[in-house]
């Protein structure tokens, strides 16, 4: 029933993996009724499903298809958890609404131009219902010059700035909730390992409306080449995460209703995406039952991207399980000596298939490969901003010490 995920058949929490995944569908495909009823049956740890959902920020979609599972034992208490966690991330949400709606005022105010990207625009235009995921950070896209604007109105109002070696975008946070703010100038920072014209996506916005809100927000494709390039650049060793596997098929279904796909498919191939893309559209189809529009059909068979598939599907399913440590400011060597047990030179595998341009590594004399760029190491092992204020050279010092656990 799961071939397309033999290859992890090992994982002592597949079950739990694959319920987690199968049941934060959104919308749900109730052809996978059955095949979810099936899997939930045969999940032994309860506990660490509910644990896996929390840390992923899925629980509100899971609770919202929890009643597909039939006669479950303990059922109701996980629906509780479910739910409890639904209304966590609802009163998370209104804080963030909160601010959001501040710094939106403020930018009007000083006739300050910018599009609403990811978060609270993306969930109310493709899920519907914002309490169905977790709003993340408050981004914002914008020239550098009304960037610059934005940032010194921010500093002079109730945000502090984070101090961070970005150099395309710049980070508050809200003093009253803690909340962050990106003002974005650019999309990733420079130097770039794909080509794009950032005027054509200001240029490709459409108008949005609601009840709480009226702003610019990128059209249907470029919301997909911003999602693309959010999940697969700025966190370039770790992706996959569980919801942005959601974030990709919610979209990915409407495009798929657009059938615009050749048109996308330029712009994927520019920004050096295309891969990506293969891979998310193989996962959403072998989990949810995605159409595979015919013009992908061709590159998914080929067994050059199967190697690559199980590579990708397997990052997945360990980030799952050890998204808490990567989150809360513990290093991946417990990631890395996992797959190191599998027998798969994991730094490889980084290099080869998470696309890690040349112009970012460097060889030291024990000839390992580094991260040029000190905010890709923080991002990889989520050290602490203290980190930060150390000399570069200290820092790869300390990095180095640090791979020789799993390299």
């Not at 049956?41 to 506990?47: G, H, M, N």
């Not at 979609?61 to 109701?76: A, E, P, Q, R, Y």
């Not at 609403?116 to 235009?125: M, N, P, S």
């Not at 991207?305 to 290093?331: A, C, M, P, S, W």
């Amino acid at each position: 029933m799961f071939s397309a995920f033999s290859h992890l058949l090992s994982d002592p929490l597949f079950n739990e993996k694959l319920l987690l995944l199968k049941l934060s569908c959104y919308p749900f495909n109730m052809s996978l009724s059955e095949e979810v009823n099936l899997l939930a049956k045969d999940v032994k740890d309860w506990e660490k499903f509910l644990a896996m959902a929390s840390l992923n920020a899925v629980a509100p979609v899971c609770f919202k298809n929890i009643d597909i599972l039939k006669n479950i034992n303990g059922i109701d208490r996980v629906k509780n958890y479910l739910g409890n966690e639904r209304l966590k991330i609802i009163f998370k949400n209104t804080l963030k609404l909160t601010i959001m709606k501040e710094v939106v005022r403020l930018l009007e105010n000083a006739n300050i131009k910018f599009i609403a990207i990811k978060g609270y625009q993306f969930i109310k235009r493709y899920y519907g219902d914002v309490d169905l995921r977790e709003i993340g950070d408050i981004d914002l896209l914008m020239s550098k010059d009304d960037c610059m604007r934005a940032a010194e109105l921010l500093r002079k109002s109730d945000y502090d700035e984070l101090r961070m070696p970005y150099v395309h975008h710049i980070i508050f946070f809200s003093r009253k909730y803690k909340v962050q703010i990106e003002l974005h100038y650019d999309l990733i920072a420079p130097p770039h390992c794909f080509r794009y014209d950032l005027n054509e996506f200001c240029n490709n916005v459409i108008d949005y409306k609601d009840e709480e809100f009226s702003f610019k927000v990128l059209s249907d494709p470029y919301e997909l080449y911003m999602l693309l390039i959010s999940t697969l650049f700025a966190h370039s060793f770790m992706p996959f995460k569980a919801r942005n596997i959601i974030d990709l098929y919610v979209l990915l279904t409407k495009l798929n209703k657009e059938n615009i796909w050749e048109y996308i498919m330029r712009d994927v191939v520019k920004i050096k995406a295309f891969n990506y893309l293969l891979v998310s559209i193989k996962i959403c189809h072998d989990l949810f039952k995605l159409e595979i529009p015919d013009i992908f059909i061709s590159y998914i068979s080929e067994k050059s991207f199967i190697k690559k598939y199980k590579v990708f599907t397997q990052y997945l399913f360990h980030y799952i399980e050890f998204y808490r440590d990567l989150k809360h400011g513990k290093n991946a060597a417990m990631l890395q000596i996992k797959l190191a047990d599998n027998k798969m030179d994991s730094w490889k595998l980084f290099y080869n298939y998470i696309i890690l341009p040349k112009e970012y590594i460097l060889y030291s004399r024990d000839k390992l490969k580094v991260p040029i760029l000190i905010f890709y190491l923080m991002r990889f092992f989520q050290l602490p901003y203290r980190y930060i204020y150390k000399s570069a050279h200290s820092f790869l010092n300390r990095m180095r010490r640090k791979m020789r656990l799993f390299i």
